[in-house]
């Protein structure tokens, strides 16, 4: 069973690490593949689900590691022999990182709250299904694809990263908070966004590693709050073994990040977001069919 329960936090692991980075959500296929393989190292299905809903956001801090790895002298202002100019460039960009991250925080803590309020059930309640993550892939394929078409005769207004504007970047920081909808993809909402601004696709999946920072940082806090809440209020014992699949699913997913990251990288200098597109409309029809059979 131990060894089992290591197998499912690798191929999670694996999964987020490709997911994350790549257009076709990494929220989408946990779920997915947490339906059809969930955790069963206890035997309290109320622990376990309050596990998964900290271990699906909190194992995406090892794919962060990864972006700071890669991008450490682009990302830290005070790096060996950088100029006052390109120290003073590193700074703007984490404004205008933090800028997009605005609307994103604001929906997911804000609205959140209201949503349950209001509802009885927050985001993670409403969304949270095989549904809507099938039919947010079949949306946001279609839109690559027919963006990917639109600008297929056009110069990109913006080539680097640091010509992303204080407006683009909050419009673009709009587009990311409808990530929170599973399936939509955070990286996928940014490009999208991005791309409909004149921005170009190195520049667009650049900036949307940069921004994915603080959003997942603060998410994963959140998170990992509420599941010690949890355990606090309800007395709970946690199993090592949940220590143990979180460490190496996070660990996975950096090796996995690093690899990924790398791969997007060469791969949008030639080629298109469109066959990202057709991938998520293929799985979304696959999770319908599958969703139907099963009843």
Known sequence: MILFELL??????????????????????LILLEDWLPFAFSSDPVFLDEFWEMFGVVIQLGAIL????????????????????EKRTTWQLWGRVLIASLPAALVGIVGDKLLEKFTGKDIDGWAYNSVVVAAALIVYGIAFILIERKNAQKTPNVSQIEEISIKNALAI???????????????????????????????????????????MIGASGIKALGFFSYVSESGVSVPWMAWVTLLVGCAVSFAVSMAAIRFLMDFVKKHSFAPFGIYRIALGVLVLILGFIRG
């Open 8 to 29: 499912k936090a690798i191929l999670y692991g694996i999964v987020e690490g490709i997911t994350e980075w790549l257009p076709i959500s990494s929220t989408g296929h």
């Open 66 to 85: 990864a972006v700071v790895v890669l991008f450490w002298s682009r990302l830290v202002p005070f790096g060996k022999g950088k100029s006052e100019t």
């Open 173 to 215: 920081g709009a587009f990311q908070a409808l990530s929170i909808i599973p399936g939509t993809s955070r990286s996928g909402s940014t490009i999208l966004g991005s791309m409909l601004f004149g921005i170009s696709r190195t520049a667009a999946a650049e900036f949307s590693f940069f921004m994915a920072i603080p959003v």
